[in-house]
């Protein structure tokens, strides 16, 4: 895409915006298209006031589907500065839109080294042939200092030897960092290579250094790594994050060495253990488990318990996050909330609309987060205010929020 096309772009939005606000002679305007305007006005407004402002607006809208946000990141990835073009090549790579495809060449046809590979690895999700040829001889000049993102693509797309060699390599490095990073790298192909090239990295790894190879086995998902997980059940810095994983996994005959977990005197303990039940199918063991931990004493206990709920799409999950979004304090509640937002839950969006009258930053946003998901078009008279809240954040994400709203009612209709 030209320079002056991406220039262009969002002011076409914006104008578009005015002329449905105008209600172009045809009548009273919609409401929601009004508030839509003002919104986009708003987070343009807003990100160009600040650097921080601008990469935060930048992230929101790589989660959004608004086509206003759309043409927000063609339009900053034409930026100068790294920070800011990088994270919109990033959004654009999830994208379905004809423009986002064009942004992506051309930056990976102009720009060079870092950036060229940010291009790079979009446009082979993309399935571009080019870049796709290009990070594999990327890949093939590199040793320890491989972008992970490069060697998870690839490895996922058919070429194992130039990956396995690699990172087998990596494997036998004598940095911490290259190895940990190489785990993570292998939990991400799914591929049976990289699940025994994972087990034999365990191997050799010592004490509570296996830690990051543990978390690599639960992100494969793969059933018949839990004999390689419970046997650090017991081991000390190993603990939760093995019983997670074994959450992870998916394998029920771990079932009866969860349950006696779900007991443990530790509280932490009984939180990744009820929820790695209830991942299992077993919520009626996890569930009276979870409630009791809901209320529990100390504070990092519920703040756990919110973010281990965070993946789980089931009724127990659901009633324990709405216990947790009634907490007390913000480090409970906005976790709750992102956890709600996550499975879908719009039953409770009376209660998620009651937090946008609080003083807590964070607490109001994780509720905006919710609500714009969920395409409350309800709830808007309670969103549009924070578009004038003293918070730029704030603002931003009301901004989003809106748009976001505006478009899952067009998508719908």
């Known amino acids: ?46 990100m160009a006031g600040d650097r921080a402002y601008e990469l935060y607006g930048i992230q929101i809208a790589t989660q959004s589907t608004a086509p206003e946000t759309g043409a927000i990141l063609i ?13 919109a090549l990033r959004g654009l790579a ?17 720009r060079s080294g870092a950036a060229k590979q940010v291009a790079a690895i979009a ?85 509570a250094r296996r830690k990051t190879a543990i978390i690599a086995m639960g992100e494969t998902g793969d059933p ?35 349950r006696k977990l779900a007991a443990h005197d530790d509280e932490l303990v009984q939180v990744v253990s009820a929820v790695a039940l209830l991942k299992l199918g077993d919520a009626e063991t996890a ?12 504070e990092v206990v519920r703040v756990t318990l919110a973010n281990q709920l965070h993946d789980v799409r089931h009724e ?12 007390v304090t913000s480090s409970v509640i906005r976790p709750a909330l992102l956890g709600l937002e996550h499975i879908g839950d719009q039953s409770m969006e009376a209660m998620v609309v009651e937090k946008l009258s609080g003083t807590d930053p ?6 905006l987060d919710c609500l714009g998901s969920w395409g409350s078009t309800a709830a808007i008279e309670a969103v549009a205010p924070l578009l004038a809240h003293d918070n730029p954040y704030v603002q931003l994400t009301a901004a989003n929020a809106i748009l976001e709203i505006r478009a899952r009612k067009s998508t719908a209709a």
């Open 224 to 258: 018949a790594l839990a004999d390689q997980v419970k046997r650090f059940v017991n081991t000390q810095g190993l603990v939760l994050d093995s019983i997670e994983s074994l959450g992870d996994l998916g394998n029920v005959e771990m079932v009866p060495q969860l």
């Open 316 to 327: 127990v999950s659901r009633a324990v996050l709405g216990m947790l979004a009634g907490d």
């Open 75 to 87: 339009e900053k990835s034409g930026a100068k500065s790294y920070d800011v073009f990088s994270a």
């Open 362 to 367: 964070d607490v109001i946003m994780a509720a």
């Open 287 to 298: 569930g009276p488990v979870l409630d009791r931990l809901a209320t529990a004493d100390k």
């Open 1 to 46: 895409m030209s320079r002056l096309k991406r220039a262009w772009y969002p002011c076409v939005a914006a104008l578009l915006g005015l002329l449905m606000v105008a209600g172009a002679g045809c009548g009273n305007p919609d409401p929601l298209e009004v508030q839509a305007t003002e919104a986009l006005q708003v987070y343009n407004a807003v």
């Open 123 to 207: 446009l082979a999700y993309l399935d571009d042939p080019a870049a796709i040829e290009w990070l594999k001889e990327v890949a093939g000049d590199e040793t320890t200092s491989t972008n992970a993102e490069i060697m998870v693509f690839l490895g996922n797309h058919g070429d194992r030897d130039l990956v396995e060699n690699a990172l087998y390599r990596r494997l036998e490095s004598n940095e911490t960092v290259v190895r940990d990073e190489t785990f993570l790298i292998l939990g991400q192909i799914r591929q049976p290579w990289a699940v025994e090239l994972l087990k034999k990295g365990l191997a050799v790894e010592i004490g």
């Open 94 to 110: 999830d994208r379905p839109m004809p423009e986002a495809m064009e942004a992506l060449q051309t930056a990976f046809a102009t």
